[in-house]
């Protein structure tokens, strides 16, 4: 009883545009009352202060990013092969189970290559990989399944075993020994956060853009043909790719200022010569 309850609240909340703004501009009030009280604490529960270093700070917005598309593959994958292509419960199961296989041998070698390799040139690769998954799933049509889905699956696994293994590495390693445990928690926040704001973002822009094309409040897609549900999910995977480009934005500044920094030491030393 109280599943049915909490999914109908969560249908009216995510397929309602004013109570969601509402809600988010709550949380954004509260957000700020937030960081004003960690500024004038004397013992902050969050140390505003450790996101002073600008690259360990992109790279956080980088895999926040990353976090928040995640999920929108998660939530709508089920219900664009079930719902959509009238796969049977089992075989979508089934379809379902190939990026987890893929990310069982992606991640150990992408721990390797991380190691021996450029970690930033790793995550590069990644997010094309992550990228090129979305632009699958955005030209996808329902033709050619389930093989261009398994295609997707595996690109995504990939692109996020490259991109997570090289991006907490750098994050990590841009931290002080002291500092080690705030950042750690800081990422685990940003996978936490991401995911809700995913799932969020990818309900609401699903059903809305649903609704908008049948012209009336859709809450479900249950009876909704293929084209209407491919439509629903083409407008969010095109927010996601716009994501992963500001991923790659804020990984490009990163580079930058580290360039920058270097050449600041270069001079330095030189002038001090």
């Known amino acids: 009883m109280e599943a049915t309850i909490f999914y109908i609240i969560g249908a009216q909340i ?13 949380f954004l009030f509260v957000g700020a009352l937030f960081i004003r009280y960690e500024k004038r604490a004397t013992e902050p529960l969050l140390k505003l202060s450790i996101f002073s270093n600008h690259t360990r700070r992109n790279y956080l917005l980088a895999a926040f990013y990353t976090f928040i598309v995640s999920y929108f593959f998660t939530l709508l994958a089920p219900l664009y092969l079930q719902i959509g292509l009238k796969f049977s419960s089992a075989f979508t199961g089934e379809l379902l189970m190939v ?43 329902g033709n050619h399944e389930p093989t261009t889905f398994i295609l997707v699956s595996i690109l995504l696994s990939i692109g996020t075993a490259l991109f997570g293994t090289a991006n907490n590495t ?6 002080e020994l002291q500092e080690r445990g705030l950042v750690g928690s800081l990422n685990s926040l940003d996978r936490e956060f991401g995911m809700i704001l ?3 973002i990818a309900s609401f822009t699903y059903y809305t853009s649903i609704s908008m094309q ?13 084209n209407v549900i491919i439509h629903g999910q083409r407008v969010v995977y095109i927010i ?7 991923a790659g934005v804020a990984i ?3 580079k930058e200022m580290i360039k920058n920094d270097a050449i600041k030491t ?3 030393r030189r002038s001090s010569i």
């Open 198 to 200: 995913g799932t969020t």
């Open 170 to 175: 750098l994050i990590m390693q841009s931290a």
């Open 99 to 141: 990026a987890p296989l893929i990310a069982l041998v992606a991640n150990p070698l992408a721990g390797l290559l991380v190691d021996q390799l450029n970690r930033t040139s790793v995550m590069k690769w990644g997010l094309l990989f992550l990228m090129l998954s979305q632009v699958g799933l955005i030209i996808s049509n």
């Open 266 to 268: 270069k001079r330095s």
């Open 14 to 26: 995510l397929t309602n545009f004013i109570l969601s703004l509402i809600l988010l501009v709550a």
């Open 240 to 246: 996601g790719l716009l994501l992963f480009l500001l």
């Open 214 to 226: 049948t012209n009336k409040s859709v809450q479900s897609v249950l009876g909704q043909p293929l």
């Open 252 to 254: 490009y500044k990163s």
